[in-house]
Each structure stands twice: as structure tokens, then as C-alpha cells.
């Protein structure tokens, strides 16, 4: 069975410390994995995408890595912001002849306090 | 582009009403996805189409889920009788072609069944 998971369930830290979320899965044969950014109230949006081939991609101050072999990836945030307070969710594809279905992992809530 | 549009934003209503939901897609996006978040479960893929054709509807928890995509640009789903356990936030999403371009989603409704 596709699984995500992800650690830790929440964190909190201090405005300007960086952080490192992860995300381990089990979801075979693997097409692509994204990292998603959710505000309270509001849609997901896309961080950052990364297919077999790639082991690391940054988007500003958000750092995604994969490392295909041993199932795992992790997000990077560096010098933290308010406004990086928010639930951050790791979605893995399977291979598919259609756009198909997406394993989403339950986020971890980030809390970033002044 | 405004993004994927969905309405409306909240809506509440009584067990046993008819509920349905709006979606209009990113323009040239050619698929389409409706999830369910819930605190429980979180995100959940109810059910996916494909140039307007629905391509998995596994998601859907029951005969009381419908989805309609009459064309390109609208999408709707359709829960008739609702029911206190549907209460949950809807999100559409869109993307073209396969996911490895990643979803882009609306800002979901909110609906609450008493």
C-alpha cells in the first residue's frame, strides 16, 4: 500500500531559526514528489516539485531534497518568517498512464513565533 | 489568471439537504481534481477527470457523491442527501496534463451539515 509519512506532526520555533521537515514514503513505482504549503483557510500551494533524477531544488528560502534509494525527502527552511507559519504537506506520485491519484502525507504544522 | 475558482467559499445547511459545489478551472488546464480535507483524514482525492471525462472516482464515499464536468471550464460535485459526517473543506484543484506539473488548487469551500 502507497504510503506517506511525515515528521514531526508539528514544530515550533523562533522567527530567523531554520528548520528541517520530513517526509518518508513507501509509494512504488515513484513519478514525483511535491512539497505543498497550506495557510489556515486557504488552498495548498506548490513549493517545489522533484522527479527521480533530482536530489535537491530550492524555491527562495525552501529547500527540498530526495534521495530516491532510500525512500526519503526533506524540506529546509531557512531563516525563518512569520509568515512560514503554516501546515506543510508531502504528496508522492506513482507512475501512471493518466494523471492519477496522489498519496498526500498529514502535513506537519509549522508554528513560527517572534 | 485568478486561479481555480471555487464557490462558495462557506456554505451550511441541514441533514438531508442537497448541497452542491462550483469549480472553474485554470484556462488550458485539461485536469481536474476534487479533494476532501478533514482534521481526521486529511486530504482526500474524491475523484479525478481528464479532458472533462472522469477518469477515478474511487475516492467517492458513496452513492450520495456525484461530479459532473459538462465542460472544460466548470466542474461540479454534488452530495444529495447531505449529512453531519460530509461537513469537511472541499478543494478543487487543476493542472495540465500529469501531476508532475503539479496541482494548483482553489481556496476551497467550507461546508458545514447540521
Known amino acids: 500500500k502507497n504510503q506517506v509519512e511525515q515528521s514531526p506532526q508539528s514544530l515550533i520555533i523562533l522567527e530567523g531559526k531554520n528548520c528541517t521537515l520530513q517526509?518518508?514514503?513507501?509509494?512504488?513505482?515513484?513519478?514525483?514528489l511535491r512539497w505543498y504549503k497550506q495557510d489556515t483557510g486557504r488552498g495548498p500551494v506548490s513549493l517545489t516539485i522533484?522527479?527521480?533524477?533530482?536530489n535537491t531544488k530550492s524555491n527562495g528560502r525552501y529547500t527540498a531534497t530526495l534521495d530516491a534509494d532510500t525512500k526519503q525527502s526533506s524540506l529546509h527552511i531557512t531563516a525563518s518568517q512569520l509568515s512560514d507559519s503554516a501546515s506543510y504537506i508531502c504528496?508522492?506520485?506513482?507512475?501512471?498512464?493518466?494523471?492519477?491519484?496522489?498519496?498526500f502525507g498529514d502535513g506537519t504544522t509549522l508554528t513560527v513565533k517572534p | 489568471d485568478a486561479g481555480v475558482i471555487q464557490s462558495p467559499r462557506h456554505e451550511v445547511t441541514e441533514m438531508g439537504q442537497e448541497v452542491t459545489l462550483r469549480c472553474k478551472p485554470i484556462?488550458?488546464?485539461?485536469?481536474l481534481f476534487w479533494y476532501r480535507q478533514t482534521m481526521m483524514r486529511g486530504l482526500e482525492l474524491l475523484i479525478y477527470?481528464?479532458?472533462?471525462?472522469?477518469?477515478?472516482d474511487s475516492g467517492m464515499p458513496e452513492d450520495r457523491f456525484s461530479a459532473k464536468m459538462p465542460n472544460a471550464s466548470f466542474s461540479t460535485l454534488k452530495i444529495q442527501p447531505s449529512e453531519p459526517r460530509d461537513s469537511a473543506v472541499y478543494f478543487c484543484a487543476s493542472s495540465f496534463g500529469t501531476d508532475l506539473y503539479g496541482y494548483t488548487f482553489g481556496s476551497g469551500t467550507r461546508l458545514t451539515v447540521v
Open positions: 522533484m522527479t527521480f533524477s533530482e
Open positions: 504528496v508522492v506520485s506513482a507512475r501512471a498512464t493518466n494523471a492519477g491519484k496522489s498519496t
Open positions: 517526509c518518508n514514503y513507501t509509494v512504488s513505482p515513484f513519478s514525483n
Open positions: 484556462s488550458g488546464h485539461n485536469s
Open positions: 477527470f481528464n479532458n472533462n471525462v472522469p477518469i477515478d
